[in-house]
T-cell receptor, first 114, second 114 residues
Framework: DTAVSQTPKYLVTQMGNDKSIKCEQNLGHDTMYWYKQDSKKFLKIMFSYNNKELIINETVPNRFSPKSPDKAHLNLHINSLELGDSAVYFC?????????????FGQGTRLTVV | GDSVTQMEGPVTLSEEAFLTINCTYTATGYPSLFWYVQYPGEGLQLLLKATKADDKGSNKGFEATYRKETTSFHLEKGSVQVSDSAVYFCALSGSGAGRRALTFGSGTRLQVQP
């Protein structure tokens, strides 16, 4: 019974295309996140939503647009894909906005732009 | 802003060797500290955490102590196994109001040889 699930796991697409990655959590958490992991394994926060409200929006090109239809789902839409967007994208969730709260991660979506 | 610095890898050890992965942080106030592990092809899993100074987190033989005086949270294990081969991430969650996304270190790859 997967806690945080992302689809697809792999995504290969051409430059200029638009693509979406979906994320769902069944933990009843209030907060969800998107992280980007580059080729050197460095992880950086992109967005965070709390109860469908955007609370963190890091310096990310506006080609990236998160959407949260309800607190169990946080999707990531990417317009006009570029080669530099190739990375692994991780969705995560946590219970609340407190510092000691553990984040649960999905398996990741490996995006390759060709 | 908050930051986490980890020792660079890869760290290569023989089975049953002692492991230390250094982690230091910069943050205001009293952050919570975490170690996450990423096995090949998988998402991140919480390994252990500590939420206040002098706390010791432990799990699966791994330990780390929250040292505020040295702003450190070094990961240790007395006897590593081949199955411990993975990438280890140190992370913090700030204590201020508002954002609660994790700030990660760059990750340290551990390779354990039989």
């Amino acid at each position: 019974d997967t806690a945080v699930s992302q689809t697809p796991k792999y995504l290969v697409t051409q430059m200029g295309n638009d693509k979406s990655i979906k994320c769902e959590q069944n933990l009843g958490h209030d907060t969800m996140y998107w992280y980007k992991q580059d080729s050197k394994k460095f992880l950086k926060i992109m967005f965070s939503y709390n109860n469908k409200e955007l609370i963190i929006n890091e310096t990310v090109p506006n080609r990236f647009s998160p959407k949260s239809p309800d607190k169990a789902h946080l999707n990531l839409h990417i317009n006009s894909l570029e080669l530099g967007d190739s990375a692994v994208y991780f969705c995560a969730s946590s219970q609340a906005l407190t510092g000691g709260t553990e984040a649960f991660f999905g398996q990741g979506t490996r995006l390759t732009v060709v | 802003g908050d930051s986490v610095t980890q020792m660079e890898g890869p760290v290569t050890l023989s089975e049953e060797a002692f492991l230390t992965i250094n982690c230091t942080y910069t943050a205001t106030g009293y952050p919570s500290l975490f170690w996450y592990v990423q096995y090949p092809g998988e998402g991140l899993q919480l390994l252990l955490k500590a939420t206040k100074a002098d706390d010791k987190g432990s799990n699966k033989g791994f330990e780390a102590t929250y040292r505020k005086e040295t702003t450190s949270f070094h990961l240790e294990k007395g006897s590593v196994q081949v199955s411990d081969s993975a990438v280890y991430f140190c992370a913090l969650s700030g204590s201020g109001a508002g954002r609660r996304a994790l700030t990660f270190g760059s990750g340290t790859r551990l390779q354990v040889q039989p």
